[in-house]
Nanobody, 115 residues
Framework: QVQLVESGGGLVQAGGSLRLSCVAS????????MGWYRQAPGKQRELVAA???????NYAGSVKGRFIISRSNAKNTVYLQMNSLKPEDTAVYYC?????????WGQGTQVTVSS
């Protein structure tokens, strides 16, 4: 059974920072690239950052230079450090396998950036 538990979201002013965490089932974490996705109201879910098993990373253009994805294979945890946040970053953030998700999602964590 896939388990994905996201945390760390909250309300922050524009220009601020947040760090998200996601604990994933060991059975999926150790053999997959992982990613952070987000879904804003009325929009489709999008992949914003991904990290391979060995640590290689990719970012969507909208977050490149502001967000940093990392992982701890020992803790089955993937992180997303979000800096210089903008109101348009407001969304529910999810972690999952990347770039093809597992079809099952955690509850996500809400990030709200005020202007």
């Amino acid at each position: 059974q896939v388990q994905l538990v996201e945390s760390g979201g909250g309300l922050v002013q524009a220009g601020g920072s947040l760090r998200l965490s996601c604990v994933a089932s060991g059975s999926i974490f150790s053999i997959n690239a992982m990613g952070w996705y987000r879904q804003a109201p009325g929009k489709q879910r999008e992949l914003v950052a991904a990290i391979g098993i060995s640590g290689g990373t990719n970012y969507a253009g909208s977050v490149k230079g502001r967000f940093i994805i990392s992982r701890s294979n020992a803790k089955n945890t993937v992180y997303l450090q979000m800096n210089s946040l903008k109101p348009e970053d407001t969304a529910v953030y999810y972690c999952n396998r990347a770039p093809r998700d597992l079809g099952s999602w955690g509850q996500g964590t809400q990030v709200t950036v005020s202007s």
